[in-house]
């Protein structure tokens, strides 16, 4: 983990004085770079720890989970996902349970740092990371990653599962918008012609 965030402070060192406006802005894109090239159970961290909102974006096609503090891209891990058998289901959802130490009752295995997405089973949780989809659907994180997670969410941070593959330093406002939302926008507007 040492390697990953000097890599992380030389690339804001190296992109000091260039595009990004803000010393924030210059770590959200040095953590978008690292993030392109994770291995396997390795991730990058470099949260401030503001009082700024967390958002946790995990993207299937990408195997990759990234938090945003307010807009900006603080980290960023190679993650597990479902298989095509048993996928993890995309859309937005609100942390519903958090446990350091929980048991899964269905598959009867560990999963440390459970935060729980949703009543049937999907969670995020430390667990093996082999860089492709190999879960019962729960999104399991690097154990290091998975503590750092538990001890900055709530219940209630939002969390985005998506098929997009483009996931930038900045947080996609359009990522926490659900689809009944845009129907309801729709029909709202066609009200007014």
């Known amino acids: ?15 000091a004085g260039t595009a ?5 802005d210059e770590v959200a894109a040095a953590v978008e770079t690292a993030a392109a090239t994770l291995a396997p159970n390795r991730f990058v961290w470099s949260d401030p720890g503001t009082a700024d909102p967390v ?3 995990v993207s ?19 993650v597990s996902t479902g298989t095509d ?4 289901p995309t859309g937005l959802y609100p942390i519903l349970q958090k446990a350091e130490k929980h ?29 492709f989809p190999a879960s019962h659907g729960c999104i399991r994180l690097p154990a290091a990653f998975a503590r750092k997670l538990f001890e900055v969410t709530t219940l209630g ?37």
């Open 1 to 15: 983990m040492g390697k990953l965030f000097n890599l992380t402070v030389g690339l804001v060192l190296a992109t």
């Open 20 to 24: 990004p406006a803000t010393a924030s």
């Open 55 to 57: 958002t946790v974006v």
């Open 60 to 78: 299937l096609p990408l195997q990759r989970a990234f938090v945003y503090r307010g807009q900006a891209l603080v980290a960023a891990t190679a």
């Open 85 to 88: 058998d048993k996928p993890t």
């Open 103 to 131: 048991r899964s009752n269905l598959y009867d295995a560990s999963m440390p740092y459970m935060q729980r997405l949703t009543w049937d089973g999907i969670a995020l949780h430390a667990g093996a990371n082999p860089g």
């Open 157 to 193: 941070t939002t969390v985005v599962v998506t098929d997009d593959a483009a996931v930038t330093a900045t947080l996609d406002p359009e990522l926490l918008r659900t689809d009944a939302t845009r129907a309801n926008e729709a029909q709202l507007a066609s009200l007014g012609e």
